[in-house]
């Protein structure tokens, strides 16, 4: 399949660790914020999403932090799989413009056994 | 279908060629999305529908791009006269919509259809 990760910024991780992926968002009105994970020649795989409103959320295995005094959005995974290894994007949904996504830019992670 | 379904999966053509995308959503789902996903890129918006219509096409590059959804289901993207600069993946979308209603937010997406034109 088709790598969509050649240019981004990659974080390497040992299996097992946790790992911290950090987005910048641009829009402070934004309602929404998502997580996506794209592997090869697939299509971006919803994580987990956070609302403006709140400052945390957690998932199974990952936690989703909001800032938005310094409009910062992290992503953390605990204890690290093979399978994580993949390019993650953030996007924001600001509600009233129709829930399209603006996506940011993403970070490839590779998990090293 | 249990996904988002696009076809074709690959497509090589030639500069100045049309090309149509499908896209088949997720029954039910009555927003559809498309986008464009050039390498190394997040995806980038190009137009979504409420049903039939169009609600927002503002993310279509130039009028050689055209989309449709006659029956609020299956979406086709229209491409005339292609260029080399086209060569992207372009990506559907679909979710429940409806502005604001639990889930509406949460897109799920196709494969993707990768095009390139030589």
């Known amino acids: 399949g088709e790598s969509v990760g050649l240019h981004l910024p990659t974080l390497s991780v040992q299996e097992g660790d946790n790992s911290i992926i950090n987005c910048a968002y641009s829009n402070s009105a934004s309602d929404y914020f998502i997580w996506y994970k794209q592997e090869s020649g697939k299509g971006p795989q919803f994580i987990i999403d956070?609302?403006?409103?709140?400052d945390k959320r957690q998932g199974q295995r990952v936690t989703v932090l909001l800032n938005k005094t310094v409009k910062h959005l992290s992503l953390q995974i605990a204890a690290t799989q093979p399978g994580d290894s993949a390019v993650y994007f953030c996007a924001e949904n600001f509600v009233a413009a129709g829930n399209k996504l603006t996506f940011g830019g993403g970070t490839r992670v590779l998990v090293k056994p | 279908g249990a996904g988002v379904s696009q076809t074709p999966s690959n497509k090589v053509t030639e500069k100045g060629k049309y090309v149509e995308l499908r896209c088949d959503p997720i029954?039910?789902?009555?927003?559809l999305y498309w986008y464009r996903q050039s390498l190394g890129q997040g995806p980038e918006f190009l137009i979504y529908?409420?049903?039939?219509?169009?609600?927002?096409d503002s993310g279509l590059p130039n009028d050689r791009f055209f989309a449709v959804r006659p029956e609020g289901s299956v979406s086709t993207l229209k491409i005339q006269r292609t260029e080399r600069g086209d060569s992207a993946v372009y990506l559907c979308?679909?979710?429940?919509?409806?502005?604001?209603?639990?889930?509406?937010?949460?897109?799920?997406f196709g494969a993707g259809s990768r095009l390139t034109v030589l």
């Open positions: 979308a679909s979710s429940f919509g409806h502005t604001g209603s639990p889930g509406a937010n949460v897109l799920t």
């Open positions: 529908f409420q049903g039939t219509g169009a609600a927002d």
């Open positions: 029954s039910g789902h009555t927003a």
């Open positions: 956070i609302r403006s409103n709140m």
